[in-house]
C-alpha cells in the first residue's frame, strides 16, 4: 500500500539502518535525471548537471553498476550527463543501451516514429497559438509541457493531447510534473525496463540490492517494480504543491536534488 510522501521516513535522517540494509551487497543504483539529479527547470535544456554531482555519479559508478533512467531521450541524457560508463535507459525505459551496446541493448516501440511525428506536427498545428508551450519530439514519445503556460490556458493544453488520444487507440498519455508524454500503448514502463536491466545484467539474485531514485509520477512503476527486493527513494519537497497530497510505494524520500548528492556519497563512500 502507498504511503503519502509527507509521512515518508528521511533517509538522511535513517543512515544507520540503510548502511545496514547495504551491507554486504552488490548495489545496483538507478537514477532519474530531472527532479532528482538535477532541478527541475522551466525548460528542459536548462537542467543542467552540476560538476558535484557529476563527480559523484561517477565515484559511485566506480563502486557499483550504475543507470540513468530518464524520460528524456537517451542521446540527450547521455550528453548532459556526460559519463561514459553508465548504462543509459531513456525515454522512459524504452530505449536502453549499456557502454556500446556490448552488454545489453534493447527498443521498444521503434515502429511508431511515424505516428509520432505526425502527431508532433499536428500539436503543433493546434497549440501554435498558446504561448510558453513547449513540444519535444523523441524517440519513443512525444512530450508536451505545459509549466511556462498561463494557468487558464493550461486547459486548451490537455484538451489537445486527449483529442490525439481519442483518435489513436495504440498512443497512451503518461502525465508527469506540468507534462504530458504521448507513447506507444505498450505494456512497458520504468518499472519493466529496470526489471529487464536487473535481469540482462545477471544481478536479479539475492547478493544484488538495487535501489531506484526518482521524483515523478512515471518512477511509481519502478517503486512499485521493486518494493520488497529493493529500496526506492523518492526524491521531492514535500511543500511543493505537485507533490503534497501525493502517495508513493518508496521507502524514504529526500527533500532535493542537494539531498540525493550527499546520499548517493554515503553510498561510494
Aim: aromatic share 4%; proline share 4%; net charge negative.
Amino acid at each position: 500500500m502507498n504511503t503519502r510522501i509527507g509521512d515518508i521516513p528521511n533517509a538522511l535522517d535513517h543512515r544507520d539502518e540503510l548502511r545496514r540494509r547495504t551491507a554486504g551487497k552488490h548495489l545496483a543504483v538507478f537514477l532519474d535525471y530531472d527532479g532528482t539529479l538535477t532541478p527541475i527547470a522551466e525548460r528542459p535544456e536548462d537542467a543542467i548537471l552540476s560538476d558535484t554531482m557529476r563527480a559523484v555519479v561517477r565515484d559511485l559508478a566506480h563502486r557499483c553498476t550504475v543507470a540513468i533512467v530518464s524520460g528524456r531521450d537517451r542521446h540527450d541524457v547521455e550528453d548532459l550527463v556526460g559519463i561514459d560508463d553508465l548504462i543509459y535507459a531513456g525515454s522512459h525505459g524504452f530505449d536502453i543501451a549499456s557502454p556500446g551496446g556490448r552488454t545489453l541493448e534493447r527498443r521498444e516501440g521503434t515502429g511508431f516514429g511515424p505516428l509520432l511525428a505526425e502527431v508532433d506536427a499536428g500539436l503543433r498545428r493546434d497549440l501554435a497559438g498558446i504561448d510558453g508551450v513547449l513540444i519535444e519530439l523523441k524517440k519513443a514519445s512525444v512530450a508536451v509541457h505545459y509549466r511556462l503556460v498561463a494557468a487558464d490556458l493550461r486547459g486548451r493544453v490537455t484538451d489537445a493531447v486527449q483529442a490525439v488520444l481519442a483518435a489513436h487507440d495504440d498512443l497512451k498519455m503518461t502525465p508527469g510534473k506540468m507534462v504530458c508524454e504521448i507513447q506507444p500503448r505498450l505494456d512497458w514502463d520504468k518499472g519493466k525496463a529496470v526489471l529487464y536491466m536487473l535481469q540482462a545484467l545477471d544481478l536479479d539474485k539475492g547478493d544484488v540490492l538495487p535501489l531506484y531514485f526518482g521524483d515523478d509520477i512515471t518512477d511509481e512503476d519502478a517503486f512499485a517494480a521493486l518494493k520488497g527486493r529493493g529500496i526506492g527513494v523518492f526524491v521531492g519537497d514535500v511543500d511543493n504543491p505537485e507533490v503534497a497530497g501525493r502517495h508513493s510505494a518508496a521507502d524514504y524520500r529526500l527533500e532535493d536534488p542537494e539531498e540525493t548528492g550527499r546520499l548517493l556519497s554515503d553510498l561510494a563512500a
